[in-house]
Every structure is written in C-alpha cells, then in structure tokens.
C-alpha cells in the first residue's frame, strides 16, 4: 500500500516533469527564431525576451518535484553517503519535518498571494511592448510549490519505509547520469576481464 502510493506521487510528478520538459523545446524554438530575425533579417520581435524567461520559469517551478522524486537536488552527501541506510533515513525525515515542510509551506502561502494578485490585476511584462501574460508563470509558484510538497510526503513514507526495512524503496528511472551510465559498463569489462 505505503509503495503503491510513493510510486503513484513518483509516476505522477514524472508526468508533470515530463509535460513542462517540452518547454525547453518551445524555449530553443523561440530564441533560434529570435536570432535568425534579429541577425539575418535586422527585424527583432518584442515577445522573445518575455517567451525566454516564460518558458525557463515554467520549467523551473514545474520541475522541481520531478527533480526531488529522482533525488536530483544537490545535496552535499560527503558523509551521508558513507552512512549506513537507515541512519541516511532518519536523518533526511528529520530534515524534511524541520526544514523542507516549513519551506514549502512558506514558498506556497508567499507565492500564492504573490500569483493571486498577479492574476487578479492581469498582469503583463514590462520589459516589452507587447504586453505578455505574465500571471500564469506567478501562479505556478504555489502550484510548483504544492507539488513539491506532494513530492515531500512520498519522500517522508520513502524514509520511513527505509527506516523499518533497512534499505531504500526503489525509484521510477527514466533518465540515469551519464556518469552513471560510464561506471556500470566500466564494471561489466571489468567483470568480463576477471571472467576470461
């Protein structure tokens, strides 16, 4: 049941990660078409600053739970690492419950007044004379938030279900480090080398 569910919160912040990743490819779009008019053609446009950080924002507020369901967030693990799985458990649902949830909870109250009164008064660039909507991006800060915190939960069940068995519940994979990638085949040669 505790495993379901954390793989659920998984596969469901891997959908969401997934569905803002194509931003990046709206972002690339934008700026090679924003080169090619501005430098070949001498006739910039007034929305490609605006697209940019539109994109790169919804990105970054949207990917966030993703990022923490891959345990992708930088952590300096220097000694962590080298503890036993149990004790890395504890530790981490201490940090969540001090640190992480107060956090959340602040970045979600903050951001929601910040977006709702964005989005009551339609707010627009400034930084251009085209007038983009910039409402929506200010409202995803408490729903990136919100999914965080969803993330959260899944990782605190993740840390308790470590703490009772002993070893960490598996994660969703779809992407790997290619750090990763290089260490797993450097180890099968070396298997392969010892076998012949």
Known sequence: MVLGLIRGIDQFSKTIGHAFAWCIVILTLGTCFEVFVRYLLNDPTSWAFDLSYLMYGAVF????AYTLSRG???RADMF????PERRQ???ELVLYVLFFFPGILALVIAGGGY????MRIREVSV???AGVPIWPLK???PVGGALIA?????????CLVCLREGSWPARLHDVEELEQQILREHAAKAQQEVQV
């Open 61 to 64: 507020y949207m990917a966030g």
């Open 72 to 74: 992708g967030h930088v």
């Open 80 to 83: 962590y690492r080298l503890w």
């Open 89 to 91: 458990a504890l530790v």
């Open 115 to 118: 977006g709702l009164e964005s």
């Open 127 to 129: 930084n251009s004379p």
């Open 139 to 141: 409202m995803m800060i």
């Open 150 to 158: 969803l993330q959260g939960f899944a990782e605190v069940l993740r």
